[in-house]
């Protein structure tokens, strides 16, 4: 070979050879956005309300997945496959989101089923999920049965508890009012999450305030729209504490009619919930505004010393167009991004091995790791509760001086307790 030839030789041979690590390197890369185009999804079936007096609630929620899953397929996606999401709107019906479930399951063949703010429907959906055998993440739902009583191998719930959202400002009413607030009046909406609610303050309060005394108590169903005659008992009797546990419209229908009646300036008022700002997000200063009650909130950005969480807040309110971030934004948010991770690590979209490997495990979230309990598979989420006031750093009221009990398991029925309202059921 000539001189002439052996170089010519080596050039081509350095050719293919830079070549060949061109090619290898390009199919060794992650996947991207575009290359997720014509794979197979991992379908995640969101039941919500997306309509009516408590549609807030799926909307937040569907924001928060949203976000995960444009993140997450902009990154490659699962296995080298991308994350889709099909909404449903279950009209807080536990009928019909039976039925968006079972649709969703057996003709769309989602791989999760997750949402929810009704307790009733949340059961309805558990129950099929349990049969069905696919994994079911309940968010907004807070009823204890779904993870304790009921509970079962496929379902999860990413989010407080009634139990803990009730224990926590019970005892935070405690600390706050003490021995000045011996005599209750109650007013809960009439189904089980309401009923339960009631009992559950009674206990927490009642073990730190002795003397506790129920002077009334109403049930209104759910959409009511005048709550004048329970204002009306409300206003005659001689209590000093108000609990309720409304939610959503409901909420804000009695708050609009109880601030005039002077309820707010005659009882000491203690919410399970609704310090949530995709509640309140419209309430202005000049509104009839719940100051001085304390509520709860799972995500109180504002107060959270955590910088990941308020840039979270900043990609909700972005995605939706609105003044605030949802709680239900992060909960959604959070149940993705811990499917995500629990495929990655099993390496598989494998029921059976997904839930092995949630059991127990903390995850990430917005506001830090979150442990998921290994027997009822409730994540130990942290119920903050403050009292409701207005700041110029928000149009809308908030609560602030934000406290949960610490340990978080305080806030949480524990794992003998909840073996004990098992024993005896499959």
Not at 7 to 12: I, L, R
Not at 16 to 40: C, E, M, N, R
Not at 236 to 259: E, N, R
Request: charged content about 25%.
């Amino acid at each position: 070979m000539t001189k002439k030839n052996r170089v010519g030789f080596f050039v081509s041979v350095g050719l293919i050879l830079v070549l060949g690590i061109f090619v290898i390197g390009t199919f060794a890369q992650p996947a991207t956005a575009a290359s997720l185009k014509d794979k197979k999804p991992i379908l995640i079936g969101h039941l919500h309300p997306f309509t009516g007096g408590f549609a807030m609630f799926g909307t937040a929620c569907a924001t928060g997945i949203d976000v995960a899953i444009e993140e997450i397929n902009q990154a490659g996606g699962v296995l080298g496959r991308p994350l889709k999401v099909i909404n449903r709107d279950t009209k807080i019906s536990p009928s019909v989101g039976l039925r968006e479930a079972k649709d969703l399951v057996l003709s769309k063949k989602v791989d999760f089923l997750m949402g929810n703010i009704s307790s009733g429907v949340a059961l309805a959906i558990s129950a099929f999920a349990k049969k069905a055998k696919v994994i079911y993440v309940v968010t907004g739902s807070r009823s204890t049965k779904i993870t304790e009583e009921k509970g079962h191998r496929y379902v999860f719930r990413i989010g407080a508890n009634e139990f803990s959202r009730v224990s926590t400002v019970a005892q935070l009413a405690a600390k706050k009012w003490g021995d000045k607030a011996k005599k209750v009046v109650m007013i809960n909406p009439d189904y089980g999450y309401g009923h339960a609610c009631a009992n559950y303050f009674l206990e927490e309060y009642g073990k730190r305030v002795t003397g506790v005394k129920v002077i009334h108590k109403d049930w209104p169903k759910l959409g009511t729209s005048d709550f004048t005659p329970y204002i009306s008992k409300i206003m005659a009797s001689d209590a000093d504490i108000l609990f309720h546990s409304l939610y959503g419209g409901d909420y804000l229908t009695f708050v609009k009619q109880a601030v005039p009646a002077g309820v707010y300036k005659k009882f000491k008022v203690v919410g399970a919930s609704c310090g949530g700002t995709e509640t309140v997000c419209e309430v202005r200063k000049d509104d009839p505004a719940p100051l001085g009650e304390i509520l709860s909130d799972e995500f109180p950005y504002w107060e959270i010393d955590n910088p990941t969480a308020k840039k979270v807040a900043e990609r909700f309110i972005e995605k939706a167009g609105t003044s605030y971030a949802s709680y239900e934004s992060c909960l959604g948010y959070t149940t993705v991004y811990a499917l995500k991770n629990a495929i990655a690590a099993v390496g598989a979209v494998d029921t059976e091995k997904i839930v092995d490997y949630l059991e127990g495990r903390e995850i990430d979230s917005p506001i830090g790791k979150v442990k998921i309990g290994a027997i009822d598979h409730q994540a130990l989420w942290p119920p903050y509760a403050g009292t409701m006031t207005f700041t110029p750093d928000y149009p809308w009221p908030h609560i602030k001086d934000v406290w949960y009990p610490h340990p978080i398991e305080n806030a949480y029925h524990s794992p003998e307790y909840i073996k004990k309202v098992r024993k005896g059921k499959k």
